[in-house]
C-alpha cells in the first residue's frame, strides 16, 4: 500500500468524539448510556415548514462568504448584543461549522514553523489543526494566567488562541485579560483568535467580545457558532469575524474546500434568526441554571473541578485516582455506562481531570454520574 | 498587521465562483445575465416535508463517518449500480461535499514535497488542495493521453488524479485506460484518487468506477457526490470510498477539520435516496441530450470543443482568438451578459479555451450564447 500522510497519521481522534462513538456503539447494542460527554446541549426547538424558503434557491450554492441575507442579520446581532461591528460584505464568512472555520483560518495565516500558543486545557482540535498546516502548537500548561503568556512568545510566534467562554472550564476572560492580550499581540505584531462559539453560554457575568477592543481588526479574529448557539450543532453553521485582508483568504480556502454551507439552512437560519433565538434564550438559561446546581452538588460531594460558570461543561479533577484519565472515563463507561471525556484530549499537562458535559442529561442524572465518578476515583485512589 | 499564509495568498481564487461572483453582484445591480458558468445542473425537484424525519436526531452532530443508514443506501447503490462493494462500517465516510472529501483525503496521504500528477484541463481545485498540503501539483499539458502519465512520474510522485467522468470535457476514461491506471500505481507504489462526481451524467457509454477494477482498493480512492447527482449542489454531501486504513485517516482529518455534514440533510437522503433518483434520471438524462444538441450546434456554427459527451460541461476552443481566456469571458460578461469560466482556470495549457456549461439555460438561451461566443471570437482574431 502506499504511504499516508504522517501528519494525519501522527494526529490523534478527537478525544470527545471517540468517546460519543463508543457510546454510539453501546447504544447500537441496546445498552442505556448516561451521556455526559456530548459537546452539544440538547434544547427543545420546533422545526419549521422548510416550503416556505426560497425554492428557486435553496438547492443551490450560496455566494461562497455565506448567503448575504445571514450575514446581515449576524451584523445587526452583533452590533446589538455584543457592541461590536463589522461590514456583512467584507469582513464575515459563513462556514460549515466554527471547527471549519478556525481551520480555514489557520490555513489563511499559518506558514509552516510558526508557532501558535494556546492554554490547557485546550479545545482538543486547536493542536491537530495547527499541526495539520505544519505550524507548532505551544500549549501553555495548566493552569497558568494569560499574564504569563509572553515567556512563551519567541520569535516564530504568529497568533494566540484564546477560546471565551471557554470550553471546558466554563471560565470568562475579564476585559483586562483581553485588554493584556491585545496588548502583546500589538507588541508582538501576532494574531489574537478568539474562539467564542459558546458566547451565549454566560451566566450573570459580562462577556466581551475580542472584536470590541479591536474595532479595526487589526489583530483580532473571532469565531463564533450557530450550532451551538441555537442547539443545532449538526447543522455545522459557524463564521469568522476579521478585517478584510483575513477573509479574502479564508475566502479562497473555503472556494477550494467546501464553498459553502448548506444553503437551505442558510435560508432557515436568516428566516427564522429572531424567532429561534427567543426558544433558546430561556433554555440556555435553565442549562446555565443546571451547571450552577450540578457545581453545588460537587461541592457537596467533594469533586473539585476548575473555576468557570459558562458553557455547559465542568472540568473536574480525578485525583487521587491512580487511573490516567483515559482509563477513568474507559472503566467509567465500561461498568458504570456513564461517559465522560479524559481531560488528556484537553493537554498533557490535565491528565488527572475530566471533561462533564450537563447538557444532554437532567439534573438527577448528572447528579448520578457524579457520584459515580466520585466512587470511582475513591475505587481506585 | 500579521502576516498571512503564502500558500493561501498565492492561491488563485477557485475561476467559476470568481466568475459566477461577478454574475451573482450583476444580478444584484438589476442585470439580467445568460449563465453558462455554473457547476451545476437545475432540476425540477420537490423538497419533501422534513418533519417527517426523525425529530430528536436532526437537530444533533451524525457518526463522523456519516450517518449509518446513509453509508447503507450507498453501499447498496453502488454493489447495484456500479458493481462496486464497499462496507459501510469501515470504508466509506460521507463529508461535507465532494470537494472536502478531496482536500481531507489529500492531507490524509501526502507528506510535504510530494508529487501529484494529474492532466489538464483539471478542475480548479485539484492544484490548490495540492499546494495547500505543501505538496506539489503537477500538471499534465493538455492534450496527453493517460498512456504518457508514465514519464511525468519521478520517485517523489505519491498518486495520479483522475476525473472521470471529466470535468470541463465530458470524457470517460475506458476500462483500458483504467487499467493502465491502476498498472502504473501498482509498478510505482502510487495511489490513484478517482473523482467520479458526474459518474450518473453518461451518455450511452459505459461508465466504470476505478474501484470495480481495484476490489480491495489497494490504490483506489474514489469521490462521488449526492450534491451533484441530485440537483443539491448547494446541500454539500460527497463521500469517499477506499481501504480501512484511509479512511481512518480521513475520519480523524474530518473530526478535527468538520465532524459531519449537516445531519438533517444527511436522514432527508438516506429517507428518499430512491425517490431522489427516480426523479433526478430523467432530469439528468434530458441533460445529457441537450448536452449533445449544444455539441451539434456548436459543430454546426464552427465551434471546436474537446472530445467527450458526458456531464453538462464542454470546453470550447477560443482560438484564433487573440484574447486571453480571462479577457476573453470578462469582455463577455461586460459586454455581452454571457457568462463563461475561462480555460486558464484549468491549467496554464488551456488559456486558448473556455468553460460552458450548458446545465442552467435552455437550448435555445445556450445557442444564443454561443452565437456571442463566435462573433467574439472573429471580432478578436
Known sequence: MPGLSRVAMDSTEAMSIKYNTMVYELKQRGK??????????????????????????????????????LRRKLAQYFHAEYAVDFDPDEEVIITAGSKAAIHMTFMSILNPGDEVIYSEPAWVSYPEQIRLCYATPVGVRYQKSVYEFEEFITPKTKAIVINNPHNPSGQVLSRKELEHILDLARKHNLWVLSDEAYSDFVWGEEFISLARLDPNKEHAIVFNSMSKNYGISGWRVGYVIANKAVISNVLKVNQHLITCPATILQHYLARHFHQLLEITKPQIQAVLCKRKQVAAYMDQIGL??????STFYLFASIAPSRLSSEEFCTRLLQDEYVSIVPGVGYGESCDAFVRISV????????????????????KTS
Open 32 to 69: 442505556h448510556v448516561l451521556v455526559m460527554s456530548l459537546g452539544e446541549a440538547y434544547f427543545d426547538i420546533p422545526l419549521f415548514p422548510m416550503d416556505e424558503l426560497p425554492q428557486a434557491e435553496v438547492h443551490h450554492y450560496s455566494h461562497s462568504r455565506g448567503l448575504l441575507a
Open 304 to 309: 473539585s473541578y476548575l473555576p468557570g460558570s
Open 359 to 378: 447538557g444532554a442529561a437532567s439534573l438527577e442524572e448528572n447528579q448520578l454520574g457524579l457520584r459515580k465518578i466520585k466512587e470511582l476515583i475513591e
